[in-house]
């Protein structure tokens, strides 16, 4: 059988939308950017559907359907249109080739959300968990009655929900979409068969294997699809999402991306910071190995503080993680310089004061005399300068020398006289 091009498609899409997934959870490089994947999945023509069925679709009570309604290849459509309540605010296909193109489409959308890789397994109970975008995978997936589910991410964010038997939304639980997220980007591809409780207010599209129930009150903002069995409705509200972005347009994941540069150099016993920051939504969350002594780090703003203690280069691993696969891991050195000599001040000497020498002035003898000086030289107001001769000892040879000058002309005389006294008429 010859393939449509549309198929053809959105057949390739599948294969690059299986394999970027894939590369999601093989790409653990820190250094890496946000992986992407191929969009959401390509839902074709049944994207209109508010409800498609393959065996019947039936309703009970006014319920309203914003959105088209078929079956293909069985031929039942029952409690819509007068004399019954429900109403159909789109155009109804009853096993014509439009529901049969739809049909067709929902299987391999169907394909495609089952291939995918999941980021997370392992799960059951969905109640009272917050899951950013990415592809979750479980046996038989639950949401405990009146329990809530949280989709956290932004406006090109994708939800994969693989259940590998049956999905069971309980009665009066909540499925809220935050962060300009759509339910346009929201599957949920069921093994065998979906159960929606009473007042639920479930977001999404189903992609059942088999059947639908949609009991009392329930709302559904997306898509009942069921492939093999029938969908069931029950005085309930089923919106299709619109304005939902084609099949194939690139939608970033937000797995955390490390964006701040090489850490500053720090210096002992001086205060330090340097913030570490990255990607994702939502906002990630940090943790280090390896800070040098003194410096910590906060995890949710991600600064690094404190007073360093002690020199040297440290490495220092870091990773931010927001709980979207994979975690970026980085590694930097921050480099703590020794600190700074303490420099002593080296006082300023006081002007030294040089005493003058004062003058000396020669007598009429040709000895120096003292000349006087004022109070600001040494000495005291009204004393003679010291002028640098003693004039002592000069004048106690000059009185020796004359007591012997007397002393020999005493002498002389009386030898001349031969030692008599002369008459005093003669000593003249």
Known sequence: ??????????????????????????????????????????????????????????????????????????TSITGFGAPSPGVVNGVVHRTDAAAAQAQRDTTTAYDVAASLTPTRSGLSQLNGLSLTPGVYSGG????????ALTLAGSADSVWVFQAASTLTIGSGTRITITGGASSCNVFWQVGSSATIGTGARFQGTVLAQQSVTATTGATVVGRLL???????????????????????TPAQTPAPTITSGAPTPATVGQPYSYTVTATGTPSPTFTATGLPAGLTLDGTTGVISGTPTAPGSSPVTITASNGVNPSTTTTVTITVRPAPPVSTP?????????????????AGNGVPTAVAVSSGDRGTAGELAYTGSDPTVPLSIAGGLLAAGIALTVVARRRHTGGRTLPAHRRR
């Open 226 to 248: 069921a492939r093999t069995g029938a969908v069931t409705l029950d005085t309930n509200t089923i919106t299709a999402s619109s304005g939902c972005p084609a099949a194939g």
């Open 140 to 147: 038989a997936l639950s949401l405990a009655n009146t329990g």
């Open 346 to 362: 080296t006082p300023t000497p006081a002007p030294s004061v040089t005493p003058s020498t004062p003058a000396t002035t020669p």
């Open 1 to 74: 059988m010859a393939t449509s091009p549309f198929l053809r498609s959105v057949m390739t899409g599948c294969a690059g939308l299986g394999l970027a997934a894939s590369l999601v959870l093989l790409s653990t490089s820190g250094a890496s950017a946000a992986t992407v994947i191929d969009g959401p999945v390509g839902l074709g023509t049944a994207a209109s559907y508010g409800v498609l069925g393959a065996s019947a679709v039936t309703n009970t009570g006014p319920s309203v359907v914003n959105g088209d309604v078929g079956v293909s290849p069985g």
